[in-house]
């Protein structure tokens, strides 16, 4: 096994993620070729079958039908026998194959990390009026959204200010403004919502 991923590694192409992948994705199918050609085997290994065992794992009676792998021929047959090697083989490749599908995750946590991060192409500008984005601030605080309910109203405004690029001034003094209005109190957010379900209700409809 460590032989073998050092092979691997010592091998791996440098460049991008999509390159490495497709490196350890050809690594696992060899990993499948040599299964398929071991289909018999891996069924009486993987059974916990013993019918055979006689002639598979005692040393000097190996057997010239079994198909044995040329490499047998080269081993000493006073300590190897006709299938040790390939039982090895087997509980290599078990964890080659849990070792790449483990490196493919981790690319795929990094890629979808670094996806994450990425600046947005477009900076986002506030464009509507100042008092709705106070009326915005202080609803979404009553509502606790931002870590659950544990952030304070001016870490909040802060944050509103920084992703922004603007002042909010003393937006204590505006919601005190906003609590006295007449009429409709919360005017923004009834506006969004009324533009809200109104798209809604034209997706419906198709237009």
Request: without cysteine; positive net charge.
């Amino acid at each position: 096994f460590y032989n073998a991923l050092y092979k691997i590694e010592m091998k791996k192409p440098n460049g991008g993620t999509r390159i490495v992948k497709k490196y350890y994705n050809n690594e696992l199918i060899k990993l499948k070729a040599f299964f398929d050609n071991e289909l018999e085997f891996y069924k009486y290994y993987r059974s916990g079958s013993i019918y055979l065992d006689h002639k598979y794992f005692l040393r000097r009676k190996f057997d010239i039908k079994m198909s044995l792998d040329s490499y047998y021929f080269e081993t000493d047959r006073n300590f190897a026998t006709s299938h040790d090697f390939k039982v090895a083989k087997i509980l290599a490749n078990d964890l080659i194959q849990l070792y790449l599908e483990n490196q493919l995750v981790m690319i795929d946590n990094k890629d979808t990390s670094e996806k994450s991060q990425v600046k947005p192409k477009m900076k986002q500008i506030w464009t509507g009026s100042k008092v709705s984005l106070i009326e915005l601030l202080y609803a979404l605080h009553a509502e606790g959204v931002f870590n659950n309910g544990a952030s304070d109203l001016k870490d909040i405004a802060a944050y509103f200010e920084y992703i922004f690029n603007i002042s909010l001034g003393q937006y204590h003094r505006t919601f005190l403004e906003i609590r006295i209005r007449k009429g409709d109190r919360t005017k923004f957010l009834t506006s969004i919502k009324e533009s809200l379900v109104k798209r809604m209700n034209n997706t419906d409809e198709g237009v």
